[in-house]
């Protein structure tokens, strides 16, 4: 019994040695990967800067003024290109083309609905209210 008890002693103890390793090496194991992650990240914040400082670079008002000059022949804005709100032409009146294709079909013509015809069948019977005479 005693031996039994020695024996079952030195399997606990092979087994919790075993699972204390494993933890170790795991635990290794993942805080190398944080420490991967963390250098990453930090490139990756240093390559957005200096991407950052290139378009910076890119969008100086100086550049963009020299290469409009370059390649775009833009003028100096004269006087005579100035006019007054009151020297615009009035805006064309609105119209609507589906209206003018149905007038041109003979479509434009008000129709009548069954709610008119209803209200003239009660105009000509006497005793018959609409809903407005109610």
Do not use: C
């Amino acid at each position: 019994m005693v031996r039994w008890l020695n024996v079952m002693a030195v399997v606990a103890l092979l087994g919790s040695a075993v699972y204390a390793y494993r933890t170790k090496y795991e635990t290794i194991f993942y805080a190398e990967q944080i420490v991967k992650l963390k250098n990453q990240n930090q490139r990756e914040r240093e390559a957005i800067a200096v991407m950052q400082a290139e378009w910076a670079h890119l969008t100086r008002p100086t550049r963009i003024q020299s290469l409009s000059d370059q390649h775009l022949d833009l003028k100096q804005l004269t006087v005579d290109q100035i006019v007054q709100v009151t020297d615009l032409p009035d805006q064309p009146p609105r119209q609507d083309s589906i209206a003018k294709k149905l007038e041109l079909l003979g479509l434009g013509d008000m129709t009548s609905t069954p709610r008119d015809a209803r209200n003239a069948a009660a105009a000509t019977t006497p005793g018959i209210r609409t809903r407005q005479e109610r």
